[in-house]
């Protein structure tokens, strides 16, 4: 089984900048939109965070 990097974003392979584990982070502020959530491949699936730059894209349609 293929370890999860939680540091990568599973959609776009980019760094997610995710600080979670060390207590606070932007992505406990921001609402991911379901539809992009989706799009997540299933091995991946609350495993990593998205980044910031496919949810703006997502956003900007």
Do not use: R
């Not at 990568?8 to 992505?27: R, V």
């Not at 921001?30 to 539809?35: G, L, N, Y």
């Not at 992009?36 to 998205?50: F, G, R, S, T, Y």
């Amino acid at each position: 089984m293929e370890k999860i990097d939680d540091k990568i974003c599973p959609l776009c392979g980019q760094a997610n900048d995710c600080k979670a584990h060390q207590g606070n982070c932007w992505c406990m502020d921001i609402k991911v939109p379901k539809e992009l959530l989706e799009k997540v491949p299933e091995d991946k699936k609350n495993k990593a965070c998205i980044c910031k730059s496919c949810i703006d894209a997502y956003n900007k349609g």
